[in-house]
């Protein structure tokens, strides 16, 4: 079946500027992740979703940023007044379940350039 | 505090020679590890993963890791390396009772013709 899929593949915007980035989780995947990846930081935990609640969102770094899953699916991560700083790779995964033991299958990313 | 450091940033290896990626944890438990391959590109894909019993794992495209309690690695092994395994490993930890991975900064692996 299809795997995890995010849009845009690619954004750039102007410093200042909103963005909303979307995410498809596997189909059946109730749990749904979002993690970051920049040059200075490597790969670091944002937010996951367990249904459309949001159990840990203590990796989103500032209230500019914000997350929401509606009918257990499709996540959006939104970021308001968009800084330089937010230029990153923005990676969705999704696993059956929040267990230890399962597979987080991780979408191609979001890759955000902020002028 | 969880962390998990891979001390090497970037290795070399010949096409047909061996490779050895280090790992090291930091974790108070029994730790969930894993370990991501990343290609140009791509998202992660999961090589493999351990959280109990035999601790020699074996995984896709002939990798394995070993985790050593003792020495606190899951160091990640081939037996002969091909140019299309040229990537970014990312070896993992998830704690328990949170949903999150814990990753180490990756190691850039090159393959020399």
């Known amino acids: 079946g299809a795997g995890v899929s995010q849009s845009p593949s690619n954004k750039v915007t102007e410093k200042g500027k909103d963005v909303e980035l979307r995410c498809d989780p596997i189909s059946g995947h109730t749990a749904l992740y979002w993690y970051r990846q920049s040059l200075g930081q490597g790969l670091e935990f944002l937010i996951y979703f367990q249904g459309n609640s949001a159990p840990d969102k203590s990796g989103l770094p500032s209230d500019r940023f914000s997350a929401e899953r509606t009918g257990g699916s499709v996540s959006t991560l939104t970021i308001q007044r968009t800084q330089q700083e937010d230029s990153a790779v923005y990676l969705c995964?999704?696993?059956?379940?929040?267990?230890?033991?399962?597979?987080?299958?991780f979408g191609p990313g979001t890759r955000l350039l902020v002028l | 505090a969880q962390s998990v450091t891979q001390p090497d940033i970037h290795i070399t290896v010949s096409e047909g020679a061996s490779l050895e990626l280090r790992c090291n944890y930091s974790?108070?438990?029994?730790?969930?590890l894993f370990w991501y391959v990343q290609s140009p590109g791509q998202g992660l894909q999961l090589l493999l993963k351990y959280f109990s019993g035999d601790t020699l794992v074996q995984g896709i495209k002939g990798f394995e890791a070993e985790f050593k309690r003792s020495q606190s690695s899951f160091n990640l092994r081939k037996p002969s390396v091909h140019w299309s395994d040229a990537a970014e490993y990312f070896c993992a930890v998830h704690p328990s009772n949170t949903g999150k991975l814990i990753f180490g900064q990756g190691t850039t692996l090159q393959v020399k013709p």
């Open positions: 974790y108070g438990a029994t730790p969930y």
């Open positions: 995964a999704s696993s059956l379940g929040t267990g230890e033991l399962e597979t987080q299958y």
